[in-house]
């Protein structure tokens, strides 16, 4: 978990993007600045690390291809799993809101899960019939760009998403699979995320790598999930026409459905444990 002073950090980040203009300069700046300060080094167009084609995926222009921009949305997100992989790879939807009326109108469930189809990070599992009107209202006042300056957001309408609880799981555990010119290269799997958070990496063939990025690195082995192969191919299908990005699965090892896409994984703000294991990172997904 974060430290308070790592958690204080981040406000300062928050609040300081609130505030700066909202222009491709003012983007560029405030994300150049927040690089050099939490990596200790200048981002590089040349000399490409881990974190500098975060960073530059982040502010070309290409982060406004129109399939970027759909596929951020999670509603959206699904309507592409549906036609690419299959209907069946996709979380089922119970109900997508768009105003403070259609969440009070709704009569939720004992149990579900809840998150704004137009940030990243927030979501509500609700397992005591209570809903989290609240949080979803306050959801809908927010824009995930006027946080991290990630522009694939900046355009997105604020909605909220309501889907059943999935594999039953008390904690989930992320599949996350980087995916460089349209083809699988490492996987990232969280654990533990709302209880004591570690991280592991995995290569393709399932290597476990001694490192980790951002948060602590998982101590032991994470079984092979039985349907990797068809993961690994879901993640081929969906990166086809995206030069760098990171496709996030739920699996209980046995089956699998298709969270989200993800364009710049942290914002570009994570660094590496050990920071040396950057290298590593930057040859296996990228080949240099």
Known sequence: RMSHMGNSKAKFWDSLSRILPKTVFWDILYSWTKFVRVHRRIPS???????????????????????????TDKEYFKRLVEAEVGPQYAVPTLAVFRSNAEIDAFDFPDSFCAKPTHMS???????????????????LRMNHYL???????????????VEPLIFDQEDITDFRIFCYEGKPRLISIDLGKY??????????????????LGYPLHPGEVDRPVCLKKMLSAAEILSKDLNFVRVDFYTDGKHFYLGELTHCHASASQVFIPKSAEQQATKTVFGR
């Open 45 to 71: 167009r040349n000399r490409l690390m881990f974190n500098d084609q975060l960073y530059n995926s982040k502010l070309l222009p290409e982060i406004l291809n129109p399939l970027r921009t759909y596929s």
């Open 121 to 139: 990070g927030e979501v509500a599992i609700v397992r005591n019939g209570t809903p989290a009107r609240t949080q979803m209202k306050n959801w």
């Open 147 to 161: 946080k991290s300056r990630e522009r694939n957001y900046k355009y997105l309408i604020p909605k909220v998403i």
């Open 195 to 212: 209880t004591s958070y570690t991280r592991a990496f995995y290569t393709t063939d399932w290597r476990k790598q001694d490192y980790s």
